[in-house]
């Protein structure tokens, strides 16, 4: 028998015992789920829910499915701020928007409430150790090391990076609209302006000139499928990869993803693989300037001042128990991208549709930035440009009725009581006002469902008024204690695992609209949008039968 046999001989071997072993894990793994459900009771049979339609399935299909919107509005008025969500095989799972509850889960018991270990597993192996792929003590230690770069002080000076370019996006729309009205698919333009503003003033690095007949770069092309993909693979990331990772070395887990029979594994493999080539790229380049001196990093993109660059900087200089290694400076490059791009992007595509159905918000949105213009000169400085309050309004009343991010989950580290802010009647009739939670119980923060609740917000808390932002709002706001960082919304939601570039977020909308609104009038196409719920809200066309994202809308030069 030859050489080549043998190992191939081998290698059938290996592969048919991984999947014994993984089937007798998967089937180990549902008897105990379904023995746990029907024989080992807890305080949330208690709780009030929707009902299940599968027995497998559990009330997942309804709850986590992209025509979701009206189920999530029926369930919060039915069930109240605290419901029972069955899962897979009858796990017990709670969906929760009560804010004292919530407090408690993303602020003052954040650390036994964590991400699941399917999130974190999930982005170490695809994105690497960065902020998305960490818990504990070496979260900690990146985010001490991240937050200085995301101050104001640092805004500022990012600032004419964002307007140099959100200039070429706008002379892209120009060059369209030169013979008039012209419908474009603005979707698909958020998403490279993003990418574009987090690669220029994060990573000092360019992957698109942002015009019509640009050919795509490899990590633009690979960015945005990744989301896409890695969605296809949801139930195994979610129940099995935790306890995959653990198998063998890196060098075998490779192996294997190379010879399993799956197309989507593929695929995610190839993206990975871009994207981790490129964020070494850029890392080398920006180490061999700081190495050559201030003249070198002068020459590059960011001149020094992108995100990048200051963290590597601070790095250098950190003591050894804060330094972060090679691997999770990498980490956070991918990380920071993805945090930046899909959901500011969706965020930037739901304004300007919304802005396109309500003219007379779009006319006096024009109204406050020609004006502002006039007084400040066309780049407007940064203190002027994030207290305009109608572009103020605008954004914070899409932030809280459309959170490009509906729920988040984490799972429970131990044993927890939960306290509520107003009890909640169970199903035997009695009032409940805590809740004990057993040791791997997944809680849902229900972000949409806080921001729109009539409760604190108001009998109107499903309308868009960017109004309501130019008064007081209601004392019901304030005196909810809601544990949001920004704006009494959950959207950034709060605590150690806040989104830590919302500032960031909301400079790069105000620069896009204040260039694009002043330039441009934004109307309808006679194609009907339907937005989807997924794991980040996205447009589609209603009627096309596909999922592809995207968003045509008509525009013109405004008058």
């Known amino acids: 028998m030859g050489l080549r046999t043998r190992v191939n001989a081998h290698i059938r071997t290996m592969y048919i015992i991984f999947i014994q072993a993984l089937v007798l894990y998967t089937l180990s793994w549902v008897l105990w789920r379904i023995f746990r459900q029907f024989f080992a009771k807890s305080a949330l049979d208690n709780i009030p829910g929707p009902s299940p339609k599968s027995l497998w399935k559990g009330a997942f299909p309804q709850v986590f499915n992209v025509n979701a919107w009206d189920f999530h509005r029926e369930m919060a008025e039915k069930y109240g701020s605290v419901i029972k969500i069955k899962a897979l095989f009858g796990e017990n799972q709670l969906y929760v928007f009560d804010p004292k509850a919530m407090h408690h889960i993303v602020v003052k018991d954040q650390y036994i409430y964590e991400e699941t270990s399917g999130f974190i597993e999930g982005n170490k192996v695809t994105l690497g150790p ?3 792929g960490t818990l504990g003590e070496q979260h900690r230690k990146q985010r001490k090391m991240l937050n200085p770069v995301f101050s104001i002080a640092h805004m500022r000076e990012m600032l004419p990076t964002f307007y140099t370019v959100t200039r070429k996006l706008r002379d892209a729309f120009a060059a369209r609209v030169t013979n008039g009205p012209q419908e474009i698919e603005v979707l698909s333009w958020m998403t490279r302006t993003a990418l574009e503003l987090i690669g220029q003033s994060g990573l000092g690095y360019s992957f698109d000139p942002l015009t019509d007949d640009s050919v795509p770069h490899p990590y633009s092309v690979s960015a945005k499928l990744f989301l896409h993909v890695s969605f296809r693979m949801l139930f195994p990331r979610t129940y099995l990869l935790s306890t995959l990772v653990k198998i063998g070395t890196p060098k075998f887990r490779r192996f294997l993803v190379n010879v399993v029979p799956w197309k989507s594994l593929h695929e995610l493999r190839d993206i990975v693989d871009v994207l981790h080539a490129t964020s070494v790229e850029i890392y080398e380049s920006k180490k061999k300037a700081l190495r050559e001196g201030d003249e070198a990093v002068a020459r590059q993109i960011g ?15 950190a003591s050894d128990e804060d330094t972060l290694t090679e691997e999770e400076l990498l980490g956070q490059m991918s990380s920071l991208t993805f945090a930046a791009m899909d959901t500011t992007s969706s965020a930037l595509a739901r304004i300007l549709f ?3 159905t309500h003219q007379d918000v779009q006319d006096k949105l024009r109204q406050e930035i020609r004006e502002a213009k006039e007084q400040y000169g066309s780049d407007l400085p940064h ?26 989950t984490r799972t429970t580290r131990q044993d927890v009581v939960l306290p509520l802010s107003k009890p909640i009647k169970g199903i035997d009739g009695q009032e409940i006002h805590e809740i004990p939670i057993p040791n791997n119980t997944n809680v849902i923060v229900g972000i949409m469902a806080a921001n729109r609740n009539p409760e604190i917000w108001g009998p109107d808390s499903y309308e868009w008024k960017p109004e309501r932002w130019l008064k007081p709002l209601p004392e019901t706001v304030p005196s909810a204690h809601l544990p949001g960082i920004y704006s009494h919304l959950m959207t950034f939601l709060g605590g150690g695992r806040a989104c830590i570039g919302f500032k960031f977020s909301q400079l790069e909308m105000k620069v896009v609209l204040l260039l694009l609104i002043d330039a441009f009038r934004f109307s309808p196409s006679d194609k009907e949008i339907f937005w989807n719920m997924s794991v980040i809200a996205v447009p589609t066309l209603a009627k096309s039968g596909k999922l592809r994202p995207e968003l045509p809308l008509i525009v013109e030069r405004a008058a």
């Open 130 to 132: 960065g902020l998305l």
């Open 303 to 317: 001149q020094g001042k992108d995100i990048l660059s200051i963290l590597m900087r601070a790095n250098m200089t």
């Open 354 to 356: 919304l802005l396109s």
């Open 383 to 408: 203190d002027q440009l994030v207290s305009l309050p109608y572009l103020d309004a605008v954004c914070r009343e899409t932030l809280r009725l459309y959170a490009p991010v509906s729920v988040v």
